[in-house]
């Protein structure tokens, strides 16, 4: 695996594949890289010759009052579960590499109406930096496809929103989400918590999968909602928020939407857990 922090050579390689007429897929991460990232290099596999990961933990899409400085790092870890998911190149950048003016100058990117609720309520400014950074790692990488995961739903519903509206060549492929035993989703913040903590943490989904067998039967969404925040919060969680949303748009869903998905987040201890799930009526 060829490992570069240097835009020149991302380009210089990136343009030998392309002069090869090699497919290329991109894979980016923020690191502390666990199973459910290492699933979407598996499935880029499926679809391209040359594979790139990136890990940067992109100071744009924290908070004020949020964990970047806490943010697990375990690069040579990661660099080695890339190796064996077999990776052509990893992308290592700096912030100063990334944002040389400062995040004060920097030309952002913003997706309007899907970034606006659930996470982009509760994280203000969150997608903004989710989308000026995808964008900028998609012209300097330069991709066919694209592959994340569906465990953080609203944000591949914004990046394929940016490609489609920005008329970017790259075909986004999400990606399901991979699962503890106990159900919990996998994600870099589960560090965060105990093991008493993550049999809480727990719930999230079961409350999700008892209130998306309601929906099959049950179509008082806003009684429905309530019940599953309750059941969340019993459980020792604190809720964020539980919506019935259009699978595409997000928007609240209606009686007679089909393609529906259930967004949750929820505090568990130090973190702040999201999930969902897709509903077909």
Known sequence: MN???????????????????????FVPTMGNLHAGHISLVAEAHKH??????????????FGANEDIGNYPRTMEDDKQKLVNAKTDLLFTPTPEIIYPKGLDKQTYVEVPNVS????????????????????????LVQPDIACFGLKDYQQVQVIQTMVEDLSLPIEIIPVATMREESGLAM?????????????????????????AEQLLINKDYNALTETAIKTINAAGMRADYIHICHARTLNPATIDDTEIVILAAAHCGKARLIDNIQVNL
């Not at 606006?116 to 012209?139: A, M």
């Not at 994600?187 to 079961?206: F, I």
């Open 3 to 25: 490992i570069v922090s240097d835009i020149t050579e991302l380009r210089q390689q990136i343009n030998e594949w392309r002069k090869q007429g090699l497919k290329i897929a």
């Open 48 to 61: 391209a010759d040359r594979i790139v990961a990136s890990i940067f933990v992109n100071p744009m899409q």
């Open 116 to 139: 606006d609720g659930y996470c982009g309520e509760s994280r203000p400014g969150h997608f903004r930096g989710v989308s000026t950074i995808v964008c900028k790692l998609f012209n």
């Open 187 to 211: 994600s870099s913040r589960n560090n965060y918590l105990s093991t008493d903590e993550k049999n809480v943490a727990a719930h999230l989904h079961k409350a999700l999968s008892w209130l």
